[in-house]
């Protein structure tokens, strides 16, 4: 849920994206063009798409590292299954990759749930095993350009009133998210497990079942961004989108999403992919090296945990929220 001092860092945020765009556009012109706005709202469709899986997985104190090999195992599965059967409609693909992405996050809830196990510890151990599960679903090899359904590689090329697929994909997810986190109950209930677990669960929230559906919506939102990237890249191999969880995480808290939990805005969330995707747009531009981009996402990340730290320590936390106003207790 969003309060005055997320306002203030998002407004914040959007005038750093703002004059970062207009500083970069003074230089070399072509970056405030309109194919240049398509290209990095394309490029960072995907990136809005994981992140607001890991958005939900964040708001309940945990986090998703297997969110990468998620997309990677995902995108391998469908890739290889276009091959093998040419005739497959792109609906049962979308549904096969949603599916399959649902099932392996699922398997990361119900571990943490069933086991009481750290999050961070599950996901870095499922996050090899997918991995793993690529190498021995291609037996290693690669399913190139030639070999991908032209479906799965025609889907992200569409366009649809101007826009590319791939940004409408992304707008839908990121209104999906609105609607459950602001006007459904069991995103109310996401907030209020992430604010304060033990008092979430006086007030007769289900928090086991809010969890294993937080990592579920996370892992289903990874399969369909995996058939999106195959697409777009027409490829699949063992380190598809190898460390692709660190920007989807640094998104995540660059936008306000506390990694403490029970914080964090839809709104702030998509303005974090922006920042990324401008900054991954302006770099080339300008002609620095793309190395700057890690430092550059570090030194945010590491600002933005800090502001979220002190806003935790200076207002505390609200338990269950709703648009226009909030419950002042939990019941017993």
């Known amino acids: 849920m969003k309060n005055a001092f997320a306002a203030r860092r998002e407004w914040l945020l959007l005038a750093i994206i703002v004059a970062i765009v207009l500083a970069v556009g003074a230089r070399a012109p072509v970056f405030l063009s309109w194919r240049n ?29 297997s969110v990468a090999s998620n997309l990677a195992l995902t995108g391998m599965l469908c890739a290889l299954a276009g091959r093998a059967w040419p005739g497959v409609p792109l609906p049962l693909l979308i549904v096969m990759a949603c599916g399959i992405g649902a099932l392996l996050g699922f398997v ?37 350009d030639h070999q991908i359904h032209p479906a799965i590689k025609g889907l992200p090329r569409e366009t649809l009133l101007g826009l590319p697929v791939l940004i409408w994909f992304a707008a839908a997810v990121v209104l999906l998210a609105t609607v459950l986190l602001r006007w459904r109950r069991e995103g109310r209930e996401l907030y209020a497990f992430g604010g304060n677990p033990s008092a979430a669960r006086y007030a007769g929230i289900p928090v086991q079942r809010r969890l294993v559906m937080a990592y579920t919506l996370c892992g289903a939102l990874a399969g369909l961004a995996g058939l999106l990237w195959v697409g777009r890249y027409s490829i699949a191999f063992t380190e598809l989108a190898s460390g692709y969880e660190l920007t989807v995480i640094a998104a995540c808290v660059i936008g306000g999403v506390s990694i403490g939990g029970g914080v964090g805005s839809v709104s702030g969330a998509v303005l974090g992919v922006l920042f990324i995707g401008v ?23 590491l600002v933005s945990v800090v502001l ?25």
Do not use: C, H
Request: glycine share 12%; no cysteine.
């Open 37 to 65: 706005v398509l290209d990095i709202g394309n490029d960072s469709a995907i990136l809005a798409i994981l992140v607001m899986g890991q958005m939900l997985v964040l708001l309940t104190r945990g986090v998703d590292l």
């Open 108 to 144: 990361n809830g119900w571990l943490i749930m069933r086991f009481d196990l750290p999050a961070i510890v599950v996901t870095l151990g499922t996050m090899s095993a997918y991995r793993g599960a690529i190498f021995v679903a291609s037996g290693g090899a690669w399913v190139n």
């Open 279 to 301: 900054i991954n747009g302006a770099l080339p531009v300008i002609q620095v090296s793309p190395f700057w981009q890690q430092a550059i996402a570090g030194a945010v990340i």
């Open 308 to 332: 979220n730290a002190r806003a935790d320590r200076s207002r505390g936390r609200q338990i269950l929220e709703r648009p226009g106003t909030a419950l002042k207790g939990a019941a017993a």
